[in-house]
């Protein structure tokens, strides 16, 4: 089946509606990353400060429940299990959003109660008593959403479209632009100003997307759900493509347990281990992730031509590769930060070259893998799939957050050397099964179109 937009090249050579898509993306990754950002250091500065938590609603049972279920923690892991905890379950609720999206509301009235969700939390953080509100607001936002916009992405296009990786290239330079801003307006309003105006700022984004969202809605992909059009069951075919795809996403759990890494446990040790004086100024934790925004963009532009060259060549490596290439550099980017913690003061550019080296990766494994399942899904779950991709990398949050314990014990060099080796076995799986995961799929797909199924 052709998409009716698949052969429009009005937005940089795709159709219009992914630029629509792409600009709402930008808010709630500035929502997100603006979270990333100070979540962490707003949670052990201020939150779990004694004048503080006795305030919080609901805080000390949460904690109780916490214990009881991981045991007993320092403040310092208590904090890393909420990041975890916080991050992982915004990444499972698309699982749920897609669902609803795909079978029973429609994507479009999906994705505009997430934003006004999203919204919401993000003014409830204005007061330490709704924190815990404030997150489980985010966490159901954040399902509605993500849910519901990668979905439309592959309904703009024809499934033997060979632009569509290069589409989620696209849509993944849009994340990390609004992941570039967010620092600099919500990190600096956090960690210059209070928590409380950086967290309402993100709030603000949050509607502006929405009002980008509903002005491009007549460019996107109609909402199947919403037509509650009769589902026939998956067919063989269709299982084994499923089956196939869920295999593929095995990886993605250990590379993001590592990278995110970087996000968390990292930032607390960077504000006394690493030396971030330039020219006087003591540059702010957070604006690394400004500096890392602009080089996953950059890293994005890159791989975006150089696979285009290749594939003109003849020679683009298939989408399992990349991503068992990404999956390595993610462990060499965590080998060099072991090594560099073990110096008396990090030196900035040390820093700086950790995460020119992680995001390098992030360019290989996000959108290879995204447009693999947006591919071989059936159509009838294709944005649940996509939400799989999401769920997978909850797991990595979990387990980072189980993960925070051991880095008080271990120490820093010892702590990111463990965390290096958990990918290794994800890229040895996908560079060793790459042909026969491959036929699987391209066999269980070529069944499909014998039969008629898209």
């Not at 196939?244 to 990886?251: A, C, F, G, Q, Y």
């Not at 399992?320 to 913690?341: D, E, M, R, W």
Request: aromatic share 14%.
């Amino acid at each position: 089946m052709t998409s009716p937009a698949s052969n429009e090249t009005a937005f940089f050579g795709h159709p219009k509606g992914l630029g629509y898509l792409a600009g709402t993306e930008v808010w709630e990754r500035f929502s997100f990353y603006g979270m990333q950002a100070l979540l962490m250091l707003y949670i052990t500065k201020h939150l779990l400060t004694p004048e503080v938590a006795p305030s919080v609603i609901g805080l000390a049972s949460f904690r109780k429940v916490v214990s009881a279920l991981f045991g007993p923690m320092t403040d310092f892991a208590f904090a890393v299990q909420i990041f975890g905890l916080y991050g992982g379950f915004i990444l499972v609720t698309p699982l749920i959003g897609a669902w609803l999206g795909d079978r029973v509301y429609g994507r479009t009235r999906m994705v505009t109660i997430g934003v006004l969700l999203m919204a919401a939390g993000h003014f409830a953080m204005a007061s330490e008593v709704t924190f815990l509100l404030a997150l489980l607001l985010l966490i159901l936002g954040g399902g509605c959403i993500s849910g519901n916009m990668k979905p439309q992405i592959s309904g703009l296009y024809a499934s033997e479209d060979s632009r569509r990786t290069r589409a989620f290239v696209i849509y993944q330079i849009a994340i990390n632009f609004g992941a570039l801003v967010a620092p600099l307006i919500i990190g600096t309003l956090g960690e210059k100003i209070g928590f409380h105006w950086g967290f309402g700022a993100a709030g603000i984004g949050m509607l502006v997307g929405l009002v980008i969202y509903l002005a491009g809605r007549r460019y996107l992909p109609p909402d199947l759900g919403a037509e509650r059009e009769a589902v026939p069951p998956l067919t063989r075919a269709q299982w084994i493509s499923i089956g196939t795809l869920l295999l593929v996403l095995i990886p993605v759990i250990f590379a993001t347990t590592t990278a995110v890494q970087a996000y968390g446990i990292m930032i607390i040790w960077a504000e006394t281990a690493v030396d971030r004086e330039v020219f006087g100024f003591e540059m702010p934790v957070s604006w690394i992730f400004t500096i890392e925004a602009f080089m996953t963009i950059a890293w994005l532009f890159l791989c975006n031509r150089l696979w285009a060259r290749w594939k003109r060549q003849g020679r683009e490596p298939n989408d399992l590769t990349k991503h068992g290439f990404g999956n390595v550099l993610v462990v060499l980017s965590f080998l060099i930060i072991a090594a560099l913690a073990t110096m008396p003061k990090v030196p900035l550019l040390g820093w700086f070259g950790f995460y020119v080296i992680l995001t390098f990766s992030f360019a290989w494994y996000g959108p290879p893998v995204l447009s693999l399942i947006s591919r071989f899904a059936p159509p009838s779950v294709n944005g649940v799939m996509l939400s799989m991709y999401s769920f997978a990398a909850a797991f990595g949050f979990f387990l980072v957050g189980y993960m925070g314990r051991f880095y008080e014990p271990l120490g820093p060099p010892l702590f990111f050397l463990v965390n290096a080796m958990l990918p290794v076995g994800g890229a040895l799986m996908l560079f060793l099964f790459n042909r026969p995961i491959m036929r699987l799929l391209e066999t269980a797909e070529r069944e499909q179109l014998a039969n008629g199924i898209p």
